[in-house]
């Protein structure tokens, strides 16, 4: 049986505040790619969809 998407994430989110380990890899990734997506717009005009 398929779990629902909702009750999914929600649990993925305790797993995640629970794991000191995984809760700093995942800080870290979004601090690295946060200002990456700034800079991927003027850095590369031609693949600019808008």
Same mark, same amino acid.
């Given at each position: 049986? +398929?779990?629902?998407?909702?009750?999914?994430?929600? !649990? @993925?989110? +305790?797993?995640? +505040? !629970?794991?000191?380990?995984?809760?700093?890899?995942?800080? +870290? *990734?979004?601090?690295?790619?946060?200002? @990456?997506?700034?800079?991927?717009?003027? *850095? *590369?005009?031609?693949?600019?969809?808008?």
């Amino acid at each position: 049986m +398929r779990e629902q998407v909702l009750p999914g994430l929600l !649990s @993925g989110m +305790r797993y995640v +505040r !629970s794991a000191p380990g995984i809760r700093r890899i995942l800080i +870290r *990734c979004v601090l690295f790619a946060f200002p @990456g997506c700034a800079l991927w717009g003027p *850095c *590369c005009p031609p693949l600019r969809t808008t």
